[in-house]
Nanobody
Framework: QVQLVESGGGLVQAGDSLRLSCSASGRTFSTYTMAWFRQAPGKDREFVARIIRTGFRYYADFVKGRFTISRDNAKNTVYLQMNNLKPEDTAVYYC???????????????WGQGTQVTVSS
């Protein structure tokens, strides 16, 4: 069982930066693919970024060059550094863990409660 707790969301202006953190319980954190998804009001949950256990990173096209996912296995934590935020980035951001690599939300076994990110124009 893995428990995930996100933090770092907030209200910012367009062009600002935020760093989200996701702290995980459990001793097998390093073996999981860790991902960030987001869900805006009235929209489906969508993939944002993921980092697999070898460290390779994958991003949705709409965040390439602006967001960076990283992980610190010693701290059981995954981060999402978000730069040059846009109003369309407004959403609840969720951290998720999976035992295999996928960009599909259904592949993720464990989810955090989400953290709100609001970007004003």
């Amino acid at each position: 069982q893995v428990q995930l707790v996100e933090s770092g969301g907030g209200l910012v202006q367009a062009g600002d930066s935020l760093r989200l953190s996701c702290s995980a319980s459990g001793r097998t954190f390093s073996t999981y693919t860790m991902a960030w998804f987001r869900q805006a009001p009235g929209k489906d949950r969508e993939f944002v970024a993921r980092i697999i256990r070898t460290g390779f990173r994958y991003y949705a096209d709409f965040v390439k060059g602006r967001f960076t996912i990283s992980r610190d296995n010693a701290k059981n934590t995954v981060y999402l550094q978000m730069n040059n935020l846009k109003p369309e980035d407004t959403a609840v951001y969720y951290c998720a863990a999976a035992q295999r690599d996928s960009y599909i939300s259904g592949a993720y076994n464990y989810w955090g409660q989400g953290t709100q990110v609001t970007v004003s124009s």
